[in-house]
């Protein structure tokens, strides 16, 4: 499956962003998908994950009760809405996709092996 993530821009805090991560390929209901962020001058971090179906999310706790990972199976489409936006979730945002069997969601980098090219989300204070 090829991924392309959009909608990252420049926000100020407290704004909110949506991100899109359209999926092309083979089918995108047999993925769990992913969302993750690199800082600058930091190591790429888990932000939340779904699984194949959309029925369970996982979330980092530093983003919990802000951002929402949905996904659109018909529409080939994931989705992660970030609200009450922080300079410190100025980041790369990456998608990530990896086929499963079952209803599994994963939050290691290491688990997924198809990811996209990134989209850039800059918060201002």
């Known amino acids: 499956v090829q991924l392309q993530a959009s909608g990252g821009g420049l926000v100020q805090t407290g704004g909110s962003l949506r991100l899109s991560c359209a999926a092309s390929?083979?089918?995108?209901?047999?993925?769990?998908m992913g969302w993750f962020r690199q800082a600058p001058g930091k190591e790429r971090t888990f932000v939340a994950a779904?699984?194949?179906?959309?029925?369970?999310?996982l979330y980092a706790d530093s983003v919990k009760g802000r951002f929402t990972i949905s996904r659109d199976n018909t529409e080939n489409t994931l989705y992660l809405q970030m609200n009450s936006l922080k300079p410190e979730d100025t980041a790369v945002y990456y998608c990530?996709?990896?086929?499963?069997?079952?209803?599994?969601?994963?939050?290691?980098?290491?688990?997924?092996?198809?990811w996209g090219q990134g989209t850039l989300v800059t918060v201002s204070s």
């Open positions: 779904i699984t194949r179906s959309g029925g369970k999310t």
């Open positions: 390929g083979r089918a995108f209901d047999n993925y769990a």
């Open positions: 990530a996709a990896t086929w499963d069997h079952g209803a599994s969601y994963y939050s290691g980098e290491y688990a997924y092996n198809n």
